[in-house]
Structures are given as structure tokens and as C-alpha cells.
């Protein structure tokens, strides 16, 4: 099946799409890809809308969510119909990404001809579920930490391919950003303090070369963490480290240095280790461990 001419695409989805900090060209790449995945050439056709549904069958179609949560990425969704349909789709009360859901909420409605909304309908719900999976996720720490003043961050745990999107999700759930990838920040992890001679050398040697680059880096002691204060290191992340140990680290700190904790977190420990004071936690499981958010597609003759 060839897919509509991406430069007739709706300039107002894309902008806003580009507006929500998604990489518009990579996503129609990325929605090629899996829809390639089912159609795999230009002359591909889904056999079983062909053979069991008339061509001129129309139909509408509800994306009705099944349980409590977060939605996002239906703006992606939408992108796939149109990628698939072009203009012959009508696109409705598209809720917008971030909203909290109840079951039964339908959250978009789509119609056009029925053998076209089901060759999109998998590639649609894949995306929005895995996206809406991660939003949940992260709002479910966000609520966890609410008043506490303590953030959920993201992490590079991410799906290949999908790092734009997923940290997108993150966003949308209320979570922030840790980097994009490996230029726009230098983290010092283990590795690289053995390698470098210890954290102060790891800092100094960056900042020589890279002299405006955010630096972070990561301690197991107290005594790593006063090293780095010493020399003006303002983000550092706390691996592994007790309550104690953070609650003591964020006095040391005194507000000189955001303090991230690391490790081995979990949700049933959000609150206890935001009473420490520290600025952020790392999840990585908001990316790589989710589970998918049950949406359905509601199919209904016209």
C-alpha cells in the first residue's frame, strides 16, 4: 500500500506536533516504518479488511480507553490514519495528551472508509497505548510526590527509535527530561570515575574541554559529594545511597547543587526518599518496564 504524500499531511497537526517538542520528521519516519510492518510493499493490501468489508463501506471509529490514566500520543495516532487515509478521514474529540482518563472516556473519534480505519487501527493503538502506558507511569510519581517539592526525571532507558517519543510521554505525564542523548550533557557514571582517577578529575578534565556543557556527576559517598561541592560542581547524582545518607547529603549540600537520586527506586518509596530533600529522582522504568495503557477501538457502521 503507498502511503499518502506526507507534504499533503495537516500543516496544523504538525505544527503542533513540532510545538509539543516532537521531532516531526522522525515521527512520519518512524510511522512508515510500522506500517511497513504490516503493509511491506507499495502493492500490499490487508487481506482480511479486502476480502470481508465492501469498498465503499464507511465507519466511525471510538478510541475508548478501559481503565484510569494518563493519555498521550494521540496526536501520533491521528498522524498514522492521515498517513494512511490522507484527506478521506475525519479526525474528533481528539482530548489533548496529559489528560486524566476514567474507563469508558472516549478520548478520539475517528471515520472514514471502514477497510482503511483497520489497516491504521494497529499501528494507531500501538503507538497511543505505549505512549498513554508511559504518561500513566509517570503520573502515578508525580501524585506520589506531589508537595514535596521533588521531580520524577526520565532516563536513556529508552525503546530505539522511540527516545523522542517516550521522553514526549514523560512530558505529558508530568515527569521532566533527563538528556536527549549523549552530546547535550556529560554524565559522570562509575565507569567513568575509574577510568578518569576520581570524580574531581572526571569534572575538571570536562569542563576543560567542554567548558558550557552541563556536567552531572555521580557519587556513592558523602566524601565523593564533598569533593565535587569543593570545586563547584552544581548537579550531582546520589547511586545507591541510603535515606540517611541522602537526608545528610542534601544538608551538606545546602542548596549549592541539585542532588539527584538513583537506584534502584520504586513507587512505594517515592515519598520517603522526597522527604530527604533531594531536587529529583531517576526512573528508568518509566521507559523501559511500562505497561501498556488499554485503549480500544470501537468500530461502528455508518
Not at 149 to 155: A, F, K, L, S, Y
Not at 261 to 286: K, N, P
Request: net charge negative; aromatic share 2%.
Amino acid at each position: 500500500m503507498r502511503l499518502t504524500d506526507t507534504s499533503a499531511l495537516p500543516e496544523a497537526l504538525l505544527a503542533e506536533l513540532a510545538m509539543a517538542g516532537i521531532d516531526v520528521d522522525h515521527l512520519v519516519a518512524t510511522i512508515s516504518v510500522a506500517i511497513a510492518e504490516d503493509l511491506p510493499d507499495d502493492d500490499s493490501v490487508d487481506v482480511t479488511s479486502q476480502a470481508t468489508i465492501s469498498p465503499a463501506a464507511r465507519a466511525r471509529g471510538d478510541f475508548a480507553v478501559r481503565h484510569a490514566g494518563v493519555v498521550s500520543g494521540l496526536g501520533v495516532a491521528e498522524l498514522v490514519f492521515r498517513m494512511v487515509l490522507g484527506a478521506d478521514v475525519e479526525v474528533t474529540g481528539r482530548v489533548p495528551d496529559g489528560t486524566r482518563v476514567s474507563p469508558g472516556d472516549v478520548v478520539m473519534v475517528v471515520e472514514g472508509p471502514t477497510r482503511g480505519l483497520l489497516t491504521a487501527e494497529r499501528a494507531a493503538l500501538n503507538f497511543a497505548s505505549h505512549l498513554s502506558g508511559i504518561s500513566t507511569a509517570t503520573a502515578a510519581w508525580v501524585d506520589a510526590l506531589e508537595g514535596t517539592g521533588t521531580r520524577v526525571q526520565d532516563t536513556r532507558k529508552t525503546l530505539p527509535g522511540l527516545r523522542n517519543l517516550q521522553k514526549y510521554a514523560v512530558r505529558a505525564g508530568g515527569g521532566v527530561n533527563h538528556r536527549m542523548s549523549l552530546v547535550d550533557m556529560a554524565l559522570v557514571k562509575d565507569n567513568h570515575v575509574i577510568a578518569a582517577g576520581g570524580v574531581v578529575p572526571a569534572y575538571e578534565a570536562i569542563r576543560r574541554d567542554y567548558p558550557d556543557l552541563p556536567i552531572e556527576i555521580e557519587v556513592t559517598t558523602l566524601a565523593e559529594l564533598r569533593e565535587l561541592l569543593a570545586v563547584g560542581c552544581d548537579r550531582i547524582m546520589l547511586d545507591n545511597m541510603t535515606l540517611d545518607e541522602m537526608t545528610e547529603a542534601v544538608a551538606i549540600t545546602a542548596g549549592r547543587a541539585v542532588l539527584e537520586a538513583s537506584g534502584g527506586l520504586t513507587l512505594d518509596r517515592a515519598r520517603a526518599v522526597a522527604s530527604t530533600g533531594v531536587d529529583l529522582i531517576a526512573v528508568g522504568a518509566l521507559t523501559h518496564s511500562v505497561t501498556v495503557f488499554d485503549i480500544g477501538f470501537d468500530l461502528e457502521d455508518l
